[in-house]
């Protein structure tokens, strides 16, 4: 970047400083330290885009600007994507973007699932996979600490933001585990603050669609319900249940399979509702390869599989029924958990 190109950012950094500075002195509302923050971002990534290293190909509408950059600013600096080209698809809680990758990952195309913020996400009802699951941190090690782990429980802002963090490091840390395995997942590169980067299933022009938009001939349809069935197994075996698996979070690309979308996943060992979860997940893929001329007992499937990895069968619970912090809830999961 040329010097004359760098001190104009630099001025237009300072004007969107002022305005700080013209203010109350230790009083900066909320609006303008957001304002600032977005202003922060979008100069970074142009600092970027006029050193050659980032572009911002894909036009995104103003507000999805802001907590766009704002994710992608860490991105950019680890040279991890070089260029945001499109939106994927908007889901009910995050945006997922085509980028093209940077210097430091082999691969030319990347998929960026960028969370929106805590306070516009359009929550799972987490309760029911949160039960019975140890809090993670933002690399995806165990919060431990008794001020964090107390913020979540008495859900202070700092606690909401933590359990963000969370259920983020779940999807990822369990996307790095089912890889690992060699189970069919996109491979995981990073997490950061808001969003999880990982391998892109599809072609340059089309994204690969979801198994629920594809109508597979009976051999076919055969083959990738095997498929299905081995990943099962993989998760099983990984200590892992999707917890809202079904056709519309699987891609098809290349005749193959691909399981996405992980953050509720939940542990057979410690969540009372796991039966119950696992059962859901195996009659919605049955329903799905049912009509696609595949004949299964879901019931009977998930019974086997469940068993087989030593689970035992428990009396069913509604989700949406048991919340963690509820102690009723509490002392029922306890009694479950010895049988
Ligand atoms: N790795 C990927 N490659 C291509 N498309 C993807 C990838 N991950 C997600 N998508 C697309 O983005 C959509 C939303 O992602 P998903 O993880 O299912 O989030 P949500 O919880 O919002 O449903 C998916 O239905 C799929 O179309
Ligand atoms: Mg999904």
């Given at each position: ?59 995104a ?5 802001a ?81 964090d782990v ?29 890889y ?14 808001n ?141 479950q958990?010895?049988?």
């Amino acid at each position: 970047m040329s010097k004359n190109q760098l001190s104009k950012l630099y001025e237009e950094l300072d004007e969107a400083h002022a305005d700080d500075l013209a203010s109350t002195p230790g009083r900066t509302s909320r609006k303008r330290q957001s304002r600032r923050s977005e202003m922060d971002a979008r100069l970074f990534v142009r600092a970027q885009e006029a050193a050659g290293e980032f572009e911002f190909t894909y036009k995104a509408a103003r507000f999805e600007e802001a907590w766009l950059l704002d994710s992608l600013h860490e991105i950019a600096g680890q040279q991890l994507i070089s260029d945001v080209l499109r939106k994927i698809k908007s889901g009910k809680e995050a945006s997922v973007y085509l980028c093209r990758s940077g210097a430091s990952i082999e691969a030319r195309l990347l998929a960026a699932k960028v969370y929106r913020p805590r306070t516009l996400r359009n929550l799972k009802n987490d309760a029911v996979y949160r039960t019975g699951r140890t809090d993670l941190g933002e690399d995806g090690s165990a919060l431990f600490r008794e001020a964090d782990v107390n913020a979540i429980i008495k859900r202070t802002k700092y606690g909401e933001e933590l359990r963000h963090t969370s259920w983020i490091a779940y999807e990822f840390t369990t996307l790095e585990k089912l890889y690992a395995a060699g189970a069919d997942v996109p491979k995981p590169y990073a997490m950061l603050k808001n969003s999880i980067l990982m391998e892109y299933i599809g072609g340059e022009g089309m994204p690969a669609p979801t198994l629920n938009a594809v109508t597979l001939d009976r051999d076919d349809a055969r083959e990738l319900f095997d498929r299905v069935v081995l990943n099962l197994n993989l998760l099983l075996q990984n200590g892992r249940i999707h917890g809202d698996l079904s056709s519309y979070n699987i891609l098809y690309w290349d005749g193959g399979i691909t399981l996405i979308d992980f953050p509720q996943v939940v542990s057979p060992e410690s969540n009372p509702m796991a039966w119950t979860l696992f059962q859901r997940d195996v009659t919605r893929i049955c329903q799905y390869f049912s009509a696609q001329g595949v004949s299964v007992n879901a019931r009977k499937l998930a019974a086997d599989l469940w068993t087989s990895y030593g689970h035992r069968i428990v009396k069913e619970v509604h989700p949406g029924d048991l919340d963690a912090e509820n102690p009723r809830d509490r002392k029922l999961w306890e009694r479950q958990q010895k049988g």
